[in-house]
């Protein structure tokens, strides 16, 4: 492909240790296209490879090339769709879809490809990832960006799916329900617009910073709440347990019927606030875990047991939702502009992640979302 310019990458070769270096460009096969990068965000599991190395199982053995939240357009030359490709062509806008599944399994078969056991994911080792000039992927996973949305609202798409699958997908919420989150940072804040997309009632937003809440009210929350301390030799489970009393006192719901919680969604990850969210969800309501925090957490299970919650995990995104997430952003239901916080061009991909990992830039201004350009 000797019509191709370089295709400079931005490289993690050990835990602080990134670089860029130049990667071969991969040829697209017959159902494949290559895309030129030009937005990439930074997300949380990104930072955490370049901290600790590994997430769980996924562990860095060899350097990786780091993205995976990504927009661009097809590339304009010579091979850059393959053979069998029809839904695309030289220069489309196109957000990414990072994983690609096998397609033959029981799971992709039946509609849940995200549960592919030999899922190819972008940035999870030893996959490379999508911060370079280039990246080839299945042409079915280049969703094309419609006229009126950015290539910053391209690569916005990938989390926003996460918050489309957990809510729309996973919980199925419908208008006029009331839902709460845990968590206000990114995915948390997309999970809160999905359901506001939705028609929702009451958005609640559950964090401990409360800059954080004074964002989401700002954005798509109607209500937050900033829980308090636990009490001196009181249990983990005794503060969460009081904790959901205090917060159903402050902001008026009850336990079951008209105004009680619908859905709670968990985008922190922290083990109180599982607690709290099996406490306040309505008797038959639904919680859907999408955070990643410890591995083992102790829950109130008789509470989930009685109350008969539909307690259900969230795993990156399926069918369906990259569509709709375009389609929400498309119509005016969502604007994901406000999360875009910090941008930085792709010589300075090693200050986007460190300003990242702070979690504010040397101006003292918080990031939610930053974005990294394509090469120049």
Request: charged share 25%; proline share 6%; net charge neutral.
């Amino acid at each position: 492909m000797s019509d191709l310019k370089d295709n400079k990458s931005f490289v993690l070769r050990a835990i602080e240790d990134v670089a860029f270096e130049e990667r071969p460009v991969e040829e697209p096969g017959p159902d494949e296209a290559l895309i030129a990068v030009r937005k990439t965000g930074i997300c949380g599991s990104d930072v955490h490879f370049l901290v600790h190395g590994r997430i769980g199982d996924f562990i860095v053995e060899s350097p990786m090339v780091l993205g995976h939240e990504s927009s661009g357009v097809v590339y304009k030359g010579r091979r850059s769709v393959g053979s069998k490709v029809k839904t695309l062509k030289p220069g489309d806008r196109v957000a990414l879809e990072p994983g690609a599944s096998c397609r033959v399994c029981d799971a992709c078969k039946s509609g849940r490809y995200e549960l592919c056991p030999e899922m190819v994911f972008a940035a999870t080792p030893p996959k490379d990832g999508t911060l370079g000039r280039y990246y080839r992927l299945p042409a079915d996973l280049a969703y094309r960006l419609p006229d009126n949305l950015s290539l910053e609202d391209g690569a916005m798409m990938e989390p926003l799916s996460v918050g489309v699958h957990a809510v729309a997908n996973i919980a199925a919420f419908r208008a006029n329900q009331t839902i709460a989150v845990f968590g206000a940072g990114p995915v948390g804040l997309l999970c809160m617009a999905v359901a506001k997309a939705l028609g929702a009632k009451r958005v609640i937003a559950i964090d401990i910073s409360q800059p954080r809440l004074d964002f989401a009210k700002s954005y798509v929350a109607t209500d937050t709440y900033l829980p308090g301390k636990p009490s001196e030799g009181e249990s983990q489970i005794a503060y969460s347990k009081r904790t959901a009393a205090e917060m159903a006192a402050a902001l008026g719901f009850p336990e079951r019927g008209v105004g009680a919680i619908d859905l709670v969604v968990d985008a922190s990850g922290a083990a109180t606030c599982i607690q709290i969210g099996v406490y306040i969800v309505k008797h038959g309501g639904t919680f859907v875990q999408v955070g990643m925090g410890n591995a083992e957490v102790t829950i109130p299970v008789t509470v989930l047991l009685v109350k008969e919650v539909n307690f259900k995990g969230s795993f990156r995104y399926g069918p369906g939702d990259y569509p709709l997430a375009i389609d929400l952003v498309s119509q005016g239901r969502i604007d994901l502009k406000p999360l875009v916080t910090h941008r930085f061009a792709f010589e300075d991909a090693g200050l986007a992640f460190q300003t990242t990992k702070k979690g504010r830039s040397d101006d003292g201004k918080s990031v939610i979302k930053a974005i990294i350009s394509g090469p120049e």
